[in-house]
């Protein structure tokens, strides 16, 4: 299977939220024709509805990929609308997060075939990154076909054990989060020097976005980037002094969010 088999069999987007809309948004800028996708979504928004997509509208019997992305706490009111699908050769394809891939196929029917993705928002303009992984019941094609269609929205990774998830929801899922709180917490720390607050957003907005863009292109590792920036006896070495405390830089406090963030996943899947 493939992404040729999606455009002829269709795929259904169970929940066209936050991350299910940037996900459609990414595939139909791929190529992928909206008349392929069904959307089941009770609150369509504008955008959703100027895709052409087919939204709440009767399923394809046989469709190649069945995505969920509905909250965690809705998969057992959303997944019935899914139930006859059960069991056949269509790919479920999950990306709530700390739902296990045994409660997935519990409310689908044994021997359903289920992937869990974790996939983040840059996802949108083809810069996501996912981590994958399957149930007893998928094999390589159906491994191959849901990295394929994440491949399409950005990089992917393949994990060894479904455990990893926690600790990857906490990395990749939920990290843009941190990025652009760091754009926020950059600028109103420019603003506190005295900048006016657009500026300062400007500023910090679009050194994250170039600092992203010069680590996504570079060879160099993000250790030798941060030195190219910093001369001896600098401005920024006065910053990493704050930074890079052990005690309270931002190792010891990204250590503290990401733990917190892979602790509330753990919870999610009880
Ligand atoms: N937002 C993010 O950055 C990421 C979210 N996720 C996961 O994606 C899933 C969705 O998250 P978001 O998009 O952020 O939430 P969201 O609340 O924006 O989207 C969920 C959508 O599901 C719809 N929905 C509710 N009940 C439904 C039903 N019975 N049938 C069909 N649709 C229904 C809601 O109307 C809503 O539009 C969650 O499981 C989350 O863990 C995973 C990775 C990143
Ligand atoms: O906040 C959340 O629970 C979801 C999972 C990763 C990003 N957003």
Redesign the pocket.
């Known amino acids: 299977m493939n992404m040729d088999d999606i455009a002829a069999r269709g795929m259904v987007l169970?929940?066209?939220?936050?991350?299910?809309?940037?996900l459609l948004e990414g595939w139909l800028a791929t190529g992928l024709p909206p008349s392929a996708i069904w959307v089941?979504?009770?609150?369509?928004?504008d955008w959703l509805q100027a895709t052409g997509v087919n939204l709440n509208a009767g399923l394809p019997d046989a469709p190649a990929v069945a995505l969920?992305?509905?909250?965690?706490q809705?998969?057992g009111?959303?997944l019935p609308?899914l139930q006859a699908l059960g069991g056949s050769d269509t790919l479920f394809i999950?990306?709530?997060?700390?739902?296990s891939l045994k409660a997935i196929e519990g409310a689908l029917g044994a021997g359903s075939r289920v992937v869990r993705v974790?996939?983040?928002?840059p996802a949108a303009v083809g810069r996501g990154i996912s981590a994958l992984i399957g149930n007893e019941q998928v094999h390589y094609p159906q491994l191959s076909l849901a990295r394929e269609l994440m491949a399409a929205v950005g990089d992917t990774v393949t994990l060894e054990t479904e455990a990893q998830m926690d600790a990857v929801?906490a990395v990749s899922?939920?990290g843009?989060?941190y990025v652009f709180h760091m754009i926020e917490a950059l600028a109103a720390a420019g603003a506190a020097q005295g900048l006016p607050a657009d500026m300062a957003m400007k500023l910090a907005r679009a050194t994250v976005c170039g600092a992203g863009e010069l680590a996504h292109q570079s060879e160099e590792s993000a250790a030798q980037l941060r030195i190219n920036v910093t001369s001896p006896g600098g401005t920024t070495a006065a910053a990493l002094g704050v930074l890079m405390d052990e005690d309270h830089g931002l190792p010891p406090l990204l250590q503290r969010a990401v733990a917190a963030a892979a602790h509330r996943s753990k919870e999610?899947g009880q």
């Open positions: 169970l929940g066209c939220g936050k991350m299910g809309s940037a089941l979504e009770p609150k369509p928004s969920l992305a509905v909250k965690p809705m998969m009111e959303a609308a999950s990306i709530a997060a700390g739902t974790m996939p983040n928002t929801t899922g939920s843009p989060a999610l």
